[in-house]
């Protein structure tokens, strides 16, 4: 995925499998930023029965049978249960403070606060419920930056003894690769303009990550809190908004459609009279 503005080193993501996640997301009516709910067993949904074949080529076609690959792509948080049917990941969780989050959110794609933390709880649901029996660790990111070499040797041994092979050492100099001025955002507190029951929902998270952190052989999924309706009613709102907006470009572009539809049929008749030009405008 090429490095834009808000990302200028990169974003070490995969654009085709970035492309796919975002369809599967269309065909369970969300996206990234309009997260559905999905039940559990979701990734047996006829929906996305069809899209089996094309996951494992995609996937074969960015990683190959290189057993060592690495995949980054919040999308998967959420889309965790479809990819587990093709293979067998080791996780590494890596969260942020979702005030955080949403005032990045914010200043990148001018969502509101609320729409960030709806964003942010969701997905942190989706992806706690659906790594149960997977090895995975819970970092946070604020210690990656504050102190990156311990950091990078959890991580690194996490991976070895889940069977991932990994050098003897963490690369060396590999923290030289952090640049702390991207990161933009800061957290923001709760703000007056946060519904209490999200934020209440958030910190109780937030409590259950702190609670959770570390490498877990075998993940066990925690009872979870309730989500917030506030959550519910903003992602609901968001998805409403982003069909409303794809109908509305949809008719613009069969309103622009049809002066050239008329200004072709006025030409039918002379088109008739020269069989050639008949041949050119058809093929």
């Known amino acids: 995925m090429a490095p834009a503005a808000d990302n200028p080193t990169g974003y070490w993501e995969s654009t085709s499998l970035a492309q796919l ?12 930023a309009a997260v559905p709910a999905l039940r559990a067993d979701w990734a047996n949904s006829r929906r996305v029965r069809d899209l089996h074949r094309e996951a494992t080529r995609s996937f074969h076609a960015v990683f190959g ?4 690959w690495l995949w980054k792509d919040p999308r998967v948080s959420v889309l965790l249960p479809f990819w587990r049917r093709f ?79 990994v050098g003897d050492q963490p690369a060396p100099g590999a923290s030289a690769h952090l640049d702390h001025s991207l990161r933009r955002a800061r957290p923001i507190g709760n703000r007056a303009t946060s519904a209490r029951d999200q934020a209440r929902a958030v910190d109780e998270l937030c409590d259950l990550l702190d609670a ?72």
């Open 21 to 32: 996640n975002d369809q599967l997301l269309r065909r369970l009516g969300g996206s990234w």
């Open 65 to 68: 049978d290189d057993p060592g």
């Open 87 to 165: 293979v067998d990941p080791v996780g590494v969780l890596v969260w942020r403070d979702p005030r955080e989050v949403a005032a990045s959110l914010a200043r990148r794609d001018h969502f509101s606060y609320e729409l960030g933390l709806a964003i942010w709880e969701r997905t942190t649901r989706l992806v706690l419920r659906d790594s149960a029996s997977m090895p995975l660790t819970i970092v946070r990111y604020a210690d990656l930056l504050s102190d990156p070499e311990s950091w990078l040797s959890g991580i690194h041994h996490f991976l070895r003894t889940s069977g991932i092979e």
């Open 212 to 283: 959770l952190e570390g490498p877990h052989a075998r993940f066990t999924a925690p009872r979870l809190p309730a989500e917030s309706s506030t959550t519910n009613k903003v992602l609901a709102a968001h998805r409403v908004a982003g069909a409303t907006g794809l109908r509305a470009s949809v008719i613009g572009l069969r309103k622009r459609a049809w002066p050239i539809v008329d200004r072709v049929g006025s030409l039918r008749p002379g088109i008739r009279q020269r069989p050639h030009l008949h041949r050119e405008v058809t093929t």
